[in-house]
T-cell receptor, first 110, second 119 residues
Framework: KNEVEQSPQNLTAQEGEFITINCSYS?????LHWLQQHPGGGIVSLFM???GKKKHGRLIATINIQEKHSSLHITASHPRDSAVYIC????????????FGKGTKLTVNP | GAVVSQHPSWVICKSGTSVKIECRSL??????MFWYRQFPKQSLMLMAT?????????EQGVEKDKFLINHASLTLSTLTVTSAHPEDSSFYIC???????????????FGPGTRLTVL
């Protein structure tokens, strides 16, 4: 079963700072998910990626399949980016079942 | 991206009652839906996999008679928490996946979640 590690667990930044959140996993995968969970609990899918890099607005996700590592970057961070960011990967190889990291709680102060 | 809705968004009930939570895919057909549970400050944990027209597959440790799952159509799955108790209080989240079509294989879209509080 895949094991997911996220770092840091908590992150506090000033508005405008560049943010990096890391995710490592133990078993080779077909794709990795980045999710955002708002304070009220609702989850939004940010990215699903299997190689290289994806960009959406101020969010950039990268993945290195060989190193079993992914990063989520936020440029020009804003207080509305404050949320928990969660990395998820298939539990085994091509499994459709996901296992989730414990999340990184991001707080962006104005 | 595709939209998944859940209803209700929150529910408070008395111990011993049953609660039904609906998960709908609004603009696509979902052959597979997943139900997750999240306790405070913990990760999402998969409870069961729901396939349209067949019985759900439950994860180890999840009581199938307590958490009844029905996936009667390609756009709707329901989770019924039977005889709810305070320890069932949690955040329940569904996700939906389509195996073909415009959505990439293995991409899951998440519902907003349902917060259940059992008194």
């Amino acid at each position: 079963k895949n094991e997911v590690e996220q770092s840091p667990q908590n992150l506090t930044a000033q508005e405008g700072e560049f943010i990096t959140i890391n995710c490592s996993y133990s078993v080779g995968i077909s794709a990795l998910h980045w999710l955002q969970q708002h304070p009220g609990g609702g989850i939004v899918s940010l990215f699903m990626l299997s190689s290289g890099k994806k960009k959406h607005g101020r969010l950039i996700a990268t993945i290195n399949i060989q190193e079993k590592h992914s990063s989520l970057h936020i440029t020009a961070s804003h207080p509305r980016d404050s949320a928990v960011y969660i990395c998820a990967v298939p539990s085994q190889g091509g499994s459709e079942k996901l296992v989730f990291g414990k999340g990184t709680k991001l707080t962006v102060n104005p | 991206g595709a939209v998944v809705s859940q209803h209700p968004s929150w529910v408070i009930c008395k111990s011993g009652t049953s609660v039904k939570i609906e998960c709908r895919s609004l603009d696509f057909q979902a052959t597979t839906m997943f139900w997750y549970r999240q306790f405070p400050k913990q990760s999402l944990m998969l409870m069961a996999t729901s396939n349209e027209g067949s019985k759900a597959t439950y994860e180890q440790g999840v009581e199938k008679d307590k958490f009844l799952i029905n996936h009667a159509s390609l756009t709707l799955s329901t989770l019924t928490v039977t005889s709810a108790h305070p320890e069932d209080s949690s955040f329940y989240i569904c996700s939906a996946r389509v195996g073909s079509g415009r959505i990439t294989y293995n991409e899951q879209f998440f519902g907003p979640g349902t917060r259940l509080t059992v008194l």
